[in-house]
């Protein structure tokens, strides 16, 4: 198993490849056609990058290599914000360690 996006441990090197592929040319991963998958630590999920010359990704609930089930603390997330009475959960006033993978990662979930 291969250990990035802020220490996280992918299913699978395949899957941790295609997240980082650390290309010199495409500093963006939406320009760069190794960048396959996107990981979003804050809220440990997965997504595909659509290649349609925009940012746009669609959430995955596989990985397309080994078939580890993924999961997206998405919902949670935003269900926390609502419980603390924050209304712009992605660029308001948000306590720090709901800004990174902390949150999730403190309560071992």
Not at 28 to 37: G, I
Not at 76 to 91: K, N
Request: glycine share 4%; aromatic share 14%; charged share 30%.
């Amino acid at each position: 198993m291969s250990k990035l996006s802020q220490e996280k441990v992918h299913c699978c090197d395949i899957m941790a490849k295609y997240i980082e592929p650390n290309c010199a040319h495409h500093p963006n991963p939406f320009d760069c056609e190794d960048a396959l998958v996107k990981y979003n630590p804050r809220f440990d999920s997965y997504a595909l990058y659509a290649r349609f010359g925009s940012t746009w990704v669609t959430s995955i609930n596989y990985c397309p290599w080994c078939g580890d089930k993924k999961r997206d603390l998405s919902d949670l997330y935003f269900d926390r914000m609502d419980a603390m009475g924050i209304e712009d959960a992605l660029s308001g006033e948000v306590p720090e360690a709901f800004q990174t993978a902390k949150w999730w990662r403190d309560e071992d979930l």
